[in-house]
Structure formats: C-alpha cells, structure tokens
C-alpha cells in the first residue's frame, strides 16, 4: 500500500498531467485534469504523510501522465 508521502513523491518529480477519477451517481465516470502545484500543496500541509495510507490506487500511464483512481477499494 502507498502512503501519502509516496505520492506526494511521485507528483513533486513529474512534470506530466495528473488525472481524478470523478464518479457519478449513474454510475459513470469520467477522469479530469488537476492541477498538479495545487494537489501537492493539499498533501504536504498533512502531518506526518509517511504514516498514513493514501486511500486510492495510482497509475502512472506509457507516456508518463498519472492517473490517481478515487473510487478504489480498501
């Protein structure tokens, strides 16, 4: 299992798109471009980010874009 300093590593040392899943109440869903500078100030203000499970399973595409999937099972 990640935990949220993996990802905040993974994010501070690529330079690509990252990608929510955002589900629908019909079911469907779609992914949505976010902002990258953004998402890692949100990480890092948790305490202690090595000690915590990141709740969501992350893919990280061929050409290098993450996916950052939020309707994963835990």
């Known amino acids: 299992m990640k935990t949220y300093k993996d990802i905040i590593d993974l994010l501070e040392n690529t330079t690509e798109l990252v990608y929510v899943s955002v589900y ?12 990258r500078i953004e998402y890692l100030r949100q990480l890092k203000m948790i305490d202690q980010p090595e000690n915590y ?4 399973f992350v893919s990280v595409d061929s050409d290098l874009e993450v996916f950052i999937h939020s309707k994963q099972e835990n």
Not at 53 to 56: D, R
């Open 24 to 35: 629908y109440p019909s079911g469907r869903y779609e992914w949505l471009p976010v902002d």
């Open 53 to 56: 499970p990141f709740p969501c």
